[in-house]
């Protein structure tokens, strides 16, 4: 019997292309998705690729009972836990949701996994940790500047409960601290389903191309940088998929029954916004109207990772370009668009 792994969030961008990896690396994936940020279609395009159904509860994760009830009927052995707010600016609007529903989640996450004796844990952490770092790449021993939104911290204080939990009680846990996720499932049944306009880069950058926004604001083109535009490290949403996969079979290794640690997950390369535009264009062979704009409030200047410690302990490492990345993400889109028509 394959060992079942529970996906809390399993419905969004991530969590679904991670049902997928962990999927063909022969387990069974159980998602746990209360759909308030995806959507039921997300399903159909796992079972598309899968060739199967992937058992899913349609539920808010934080519930004590049914997490046990969970564990205790799919005999989970490792949780990989997604489900969180992470919008950065509806979090300063709305503090009190953000941490009672990303902190309060894992809490009630923890406590059941330890009634249950449930081993491993991958928790999605941010680079947001490092706020703007004086010298990027960034390693993990880079240190952790105060949060510059509530989101933020609820991933800092979320690495915190669980460094603490592990020193005290039977549980293996690993924090990763993603940087950009970007682009799709190649076979673009999946990929990024932002509601309303999106917050993030690319999904912005293809659905103006597509023809649904006028054009890109680029936020900010006087910043300390070579064209004057932030930098950032964008990773293949697959290649990250694959590093919880990873990340899970090293927690699951070690001898120890109490386990913490922290690891980047990037590409190890930054970009520029404007590099990402033309690149774009040139790959996607479509132009993208843009301007330059104000900066963002609360944007970070340039952030990439040091990825030598995943790389060296995790045995982990990108496979796809972000050439590639791109032409997913556009792949993804194309289709949205067609099935909009
Ligand atoms: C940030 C956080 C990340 C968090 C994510 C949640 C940092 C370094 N990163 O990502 O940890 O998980 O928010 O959403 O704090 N941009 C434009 N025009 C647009 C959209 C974006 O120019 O329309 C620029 C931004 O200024 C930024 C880059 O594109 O320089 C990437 O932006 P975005 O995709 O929103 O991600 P981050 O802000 O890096």
Same mark, same amino acid.
């Given at each position: 019997m394959n060992p079942s792994i529970l996906v809390t969030g399993g419905a969004g961008f991530i969590g679904s292309h991670t049902v997928v990896a962990l999927a063909a690396a022969g387990y069974q994936p159980i998602i746990v998705d209360d759909f308030s940020n995806s959507e039921a279609s997300v399903l159909a395009g796992i079972e598309k690729i899968l060739g199967y159904q992937v058992p899913c509860y349609a539920?808010?994760? %934080?519930q004590y009972q049914l997490l046990r009830k969970i564990f205790r009927e799919h005999q989970i052995v490792g949780v990989i836990h997604f489900a969180a707010y992470k919008a950065v600016g509806e979090s300063m609007q709305e503090p009190l949701a953000y941490y009672q529903n990303n902190l309060g989640s894992l809490i009630t996450l923890m406590d059941a996994m330890l009634a249950e004796g449930v081993p491993n844990l991958i928790f999605s952490s941010s680079?947001?940790?490092?706020?703007?770092?004086?010298?990027?790449?960034?390693?993990?021993?880079?240190p952790i500047k105060p949060a510059a939104s509530v989101y933020g911290n609820t991933k800092q204080i979320g690495e915190e409960i669980i460094r603490d939990v592990c020193a005290a009680k039977p549980l293996k846990a690993i924090s990763l601290r993603y940087f950009n996720p970007v682009g799709a499932h190649p076979s673009a049944e999946i990929g990024e389903l932002p509601r309303g306009?999106?917050? %993030?880069l690319v999904p912005f950058i293809t659905q103006t191309a597509a023809g649904l926004r006028s054009e890109l604001t680029?936020?900010?083109?006087?910043?300390?940088?070579p064209d004057g535009s932030c930098i950032r490290d964008y990773i293949h949403v697959m290649d990250l998929a694959e590093a919880h996969v990873s990340a899970l079979q090293f927690a699951d290794h070690q001898p120890s029954t109490q386990y913490y640690n922290t690891f980047n997950l990037g590409s190890g390369n930054g970009h520029s916004v404007l590099e990402l535009v033309h690149l774009f264009e040139k790959t996607c062979k479509t132009p993208l109207p843009y301007r330059i704009g104000p900066r963002r409030e609360g944007d970070v200047v340039a952030v990439w990772a040091d990825v030598q410690k995943s790389s060296a302990m995790l045995k982990w490492n990108t496979k796809r370009s972000l050439e590639q990345a791109l032409e997913d993400a556009w792949r993804w889109q194309l289709k949205l668009s067609g099935n909009q028509t």
């Open positions: 539920e808010d994760c %934080n680079c947001t940790v490092y706020g703007n770092p004086d010298h990027p790449p960034v390693t993990e021993e880079t306009i999106p917050n %993030n680029i936020f900010g083109g006087d910043y300390p940088t």
